[in-house]
């Protein structure tokens, strides 16, 4: 059966200070790994698509890599407003557009 | 540019009654899917639609059901709510079968 598991649950960090979030996956047929941030109450908005071991993108102050069996975003220099919850999925092959979540990271930036 | 709207924003249902709700994708997406957010867990697939057609079923019962228009917009249909179908409801446009989704921002159920 199909796993993703993020790790941590939830982290604190001080602005400036950079970190890294797990989604760790068990999948066969990866199609495609996605990074979403949520918002409280809030629709998931999407980040990134990665979709080969080795792959990695960027955007502001956030870069997401993937291996064959883990992602990770590196968050650099956060800032407040990046407080929210980041959450991981797996699109397998097989046809279909199911997206399988992890439970995500909750991250708080504080001043 | 209009994203994926949905409505209601937010709704109380009582045990036992059944709901309707709607979902409208981005301009030029053919595929709608559904998916059940409970608080403080990661959004669990229902549905995916895509040209009007079902392409995928998660591990819901049946009293869960869906349907996609002509215009690629969508219904959700829940019968016969249980207090745990209180619920974020997410849906999401995707332009293809296989590609990026984009979600709205939710209905808020609460079935009391």
């Known amino acids: 059966e199909d796993q993703v598991t993020q790790s941590p649950e939830a982290l604190r960090l001080q602005e400036g200070e950079s970190s890294s979030l797990n989604c760790s996956y068990t999948?066969?047929?990866?199609?495609?790994l996605f990074w979403y941030r949520q918002d409280p109450g809030k629709g998931p908005e999407f980040l990134f698509t990665?979709?080969?071991a080795g792959e990695e993108k960027e955007k502001e102050r956030l870069k997401a890599t993937l291996t064959k069996k883990e992602s990770f975003l590196h968050i650099t220099a956060p800032k407040p407003e990046d407080s929210a919850t980041y959450l991981c999925a797996v699109h397998k092959g097989g046809g279909g557009n199911k997206l399988t979540f992890g439970t995500g990271t909750q991250l708080k930036v504080e001043l | 540019d209009a994203g994926v709207t949905q409505s209601p924003t937010h709704l109380i249902k009582t045990r036992g009654q059944h709901v309707t709700l709607r979902c409208s994708p981005i301009?030029?997406?053919?595929?709608v899917s559904w998916y059940q957010q409970v608080l403080g867990q990661g959004p669990q697939f229902i549905f995916q639609?895509?040209?009007?057609?079902?392409?995928g079923r998660g591990n819901f019962p049946d009293r869960f059901s869906a349907r996609q228009f002509p215009n690629y917009s969508s219904e959700l249909n829940v019968n016969a709510l249980l207090l745990g179908d209180s619920a974020l409801y997410l849906c999401?446009?995707?332009?293809?079968?296989?590609?990026?989704?984009?979600f709205g921002q939710g209905t808020r159920l609460t079935v009391v």
């Open positions: 999401a446009s995707s332009w293809g079968s296989n590609t990026e989704a984009f």
């Open positions: 999948v066969s047929g990866l199609r495609g």
């Open positions: 301009s030029g997406h053919k595929s």
């Open positions: 990665l979709y080969s």
């Open positions: 639609y895509y040209e009007k057609e079902e392409r």
